[in-house]
């Protein structure tokens, strides 16, 4: 029987869609691995390491190099959409106005993580395996260390909303937080890449942008709502291909179009709706794409001692980086485990990291694999260690109040 690409190409997408949704229904996942983590291990175990090496005849069957190739466009459009969006989504304006505060606490929640897993990255290089061919150790080591360093900014938003402080005073602050360490991780990802045989065109790019997002925030206040959007786009698509001309990738140009764009410029409730539709939609395929690009090929066991000692080394830094903070500036009891623990939230962020770290052969696959473990692990880990603190911090929080109501004097 012949089966043309198309109808591979659908099979494939059946698969993407149902198995995850299956998993994490049937299974009730949500508490410790929401859609969306799930759909990321889904794409490991749907990868080359794990399905193609226990059924090489059905995966090779299905993910041909035409179905490859057509998933990996959609893949490609589904995370310059979804790093659009975090761009769109810094608050710059705000954290410059708690400035000391943000500084502070972003400042030792990114360096403290990055320090500890650079250290662990470092180890790495003494065994063969885990620097691409085009990776300097340099480029190695500070690349493993800011994968682990990184939160998720849009996952984190998602976090917040289920456990409903995104709008309260302790989630703007986190966001606050969230958004300077992702100012940080693609500034030092733009170091890492620069090519100084290509130093002419990513200075020529970076002018050019300079002048187009002048001009581009000068003739979009002026548009409609409804035209924003669309000239948004095109905006879009532009600064990411000058970037990925200039040897910078495109998820960068596609983060600096969403940062030159003010969030107050678009409809709240619309810009959520299109980041929940983006998750729902495409972004499914950005994670099977990135599980076909797990391998295993220095050994499963010294992947998983990877993972798993980048993972120690991630939730440690993270915590120990805010407690620091939260010493220094004065928080109340039980806000900075709360806080280091929703800061853990890495997925998508660090995966888009990891995977131009990948494409641009600095790191091989199975360092790749053990972020992407580390990340899935690191994820997992926070709403669970976070809804019992929040409640027993919101619990000693209503104490102290009836307490206070009840030592007031009656008035005559």
Excluded at 14 to 19: A, K, P, Q, R
Excluded at 116 to 123: E, K, M, P, Q
Excluded at 244 to 258: I, T
Excluded at 389 to 410: C, E, F, Q, Y
Aim: aromatic content about 12%.
């Amino acid at each position: 029987m012949h089966i043309t690409v198309s109808e591979l190409f659908l099979i494939a997408l059946v698969i993407i869609f149902s198995v995850p949704y299956l998993i994490w229904r049937v299974g009730r996942t949500e508490y410790y691995a929401p859609l969306v983590v799930v759909q990321i291990i889904t794409g490991i175990l749907l990868g080359p390491g794990v399905l193609g090496s226990i059924f090489p005849e059905y995966y090779h069957f299905i993910f041909t190099q035409p179905v490859t190739q057509a998933l990996n466009g959609i893949a490609w459009w589904a995370v310059i959409l979804f790093v659009w969006i975090a761009g769109i989504e810094l608050d710059l304006k705000h954290a410059w106005t708690h400035r000391r505060e943000s500084g502070i606490t972003a400042g030792f929640a990114l360096a403290t993580p990055l320090l500890l897993c650079s250290l662990v990255a470092v180890g790495m290089l003494r065994y063969d395996g885990w620097v691409g061919t085009n990776g300097t150790d340099w480029q190695f080591v500070f690349g493993v260390g800011m994968a682990c360093a990184v939160t998720a900014l849009p996952i984190l938003i998602l976090f917040m909303e289920k456990l409903d402080i995104l709008r309260r005073p302790l989630g703007q602050r986190i966001l606050r937080y969230g958004s300077l360490d992702d100012i940080a991780i693609w500034a030092v990802l733009a170091l890492i890449l620069m090519d100084w045989e290509r130093v002419g065109k990513q200075g020529a790019f970076l002018l050019a942008f300079a002048l187009f997002s002048y001009g581009f925030r000068k003739l979009i206040i002026r548009l409609p709502e409804s035209d924003r959007w669309y000239v948004g786009l095109i905006a879009l698509a532009a600064c990411a291909f000058g970037a990925d001309w200039a040897g910078l990738h495109f998820m960068v140009g596609a983060f600096l179009a969403g940062v030159i764009v003010d969030g107050e410029w678009f409809n709240q409730k619309q810009m959520d709706s299109l980041r929940q539709h983006v998750l729902l939609v495409i972004m499914p395929v950005f994670f099977l794409s990135t599980g076909l690009k797990t391998q295993w090929s220095v050994g499963g066991e010294a992947v998983f001692m990877a993972a798993a000692a980048l993972l120690c080394a991630a939730v440690a830094g993270k915590l120990l980086g805010v407690h620091i903070a939260g010493k220094i500036l004065q928080w109340k009891p039980g806000e900075a485990s709360i806080i280091g623990w929703l800061l853990q939230t890495k997925a998508l962020i660090m995966i888009i990291f990891a995977n131009i770290l990948l494409d641009k052969d600095i790191i091989t696959t199975d360092t790749f694999t053990a972020l992407l473990l580390m990340a899935v692990g690191s994820t997992m880990l926070t709403i669970p260690m976070v809804v019992p603190k929040l409640a027993h911090m919101r619990d000693g929080s209503s104490h102290h109040t009836r307490n206070r109501l009840a030592a007031k004097p009656v008035p005559d």
